[in-house]
């Protein structure tokens, strides 16, 4: 079943500006991490931030978490034609130690307008 | 270099042509898993793997079976591969409860 779903489906902006994703889940989680899909190709981890965080960045990126509103928003700032890409958000489920894997949502289509 | 392989990358079969995707990873990682990524749907676990000989079904696992005979290697096997099975396929490791390192893909046509 789907856990995360990412918002919106698809995102056009210009070179330089700021780009926000939005992703909410709906059962607790270890963590949720953000992943980026260039076309066809494997999957990249951006950032994961755990559920005792609030938010976490990695250079041009900024993580928020939300867990008492269950969703997460993914900020790329000073956005370049490379970060065109589809971008994932994964949920670690909480399973009382077990691992079962990271659940996708199904992603938000970025295009970054030269 | 730290890496997740897949093999084939690309691949084009008949209907009931049994076929093995290889997966093989070089970190010493516990966990591994597959996933499924269709057009509007994401991407989809197929099955997973927490150790050596311990495998459990994801979300979609009809059709599929998997092994887990050596830390590093975590084969996808479709005995019998049907049309709507043909997809892009990821296999990917990782330490349990840390980022999952992705293979490069698979994309299947079944004809």
């Known amino acids: 079943s789907q856990q995360g779903e990412e918002d919106p489906q698809a995102l056009s902006i210009q070179e330089g500006e700021n780009a926000t994703m939005n992703c909410s889940y709906k059962t607790s989680i270890n963590n949720l991490q953000w992943y980026r899909q260039n076309s066809g190709r494997g999957l990249v981890h951006l950032i994961l931030i755990r559920s005792n965080e609030r938010e976490k960045h990695s250079g041009r990126l900024r993580v928020t978490l939300d867990t008492s509103k269950k969703s997460s928003s993914l900020l790329i700032t000073a956005s370049r034609a490379a970060d065109t890409a589809s971008y994932f958000c994964?949920?670690?489920?909480?399973?009382?130690?077990?691992?079962?894997?990271?659940?996708f949502g199904k992603g938000t289509h970025l295009i970054i307008q030269p | 270099e730290a890496q997740v392989t897949q093999n084939p990358r690309y691949l084009i079969t008949v209907t009931g042509k049994k076929l093995t995707v290889t997966c093989s990873q070089n970190?010493?990682?516990?966990?591994m898993s597959w996933y499924r990524q269709d057009p509007g749907l994401g991407l989809r676990q197929i099955y997973y793997?927490?150790?050596?000989?311990?495998?459990d079904k994801g979300d979609v696992p009809e059709g599929y079976k998997v092994s887990r005979k050596e830390k590093r290697n975590f084969p996808l096997i479709l005995e019998s591969p049907s049309p709507n099975q043909t997809s892009l396929y990821f296999c990917a490791s990782s330490e349990q409860g840390n980022e999952q390192f992705f293979g490069p893909g698979t994309r299947l046509t079944v004809l």
């Open positions: 793997s927490m150790n050596v000989e311990v495998t």
């Open positions: 970190m010493n990682h516990e966990y």
């Open positions: 994964a949920t670690d489920l909480y399973s009382g130690g077990g691992a079962d894997g990271l659940t």
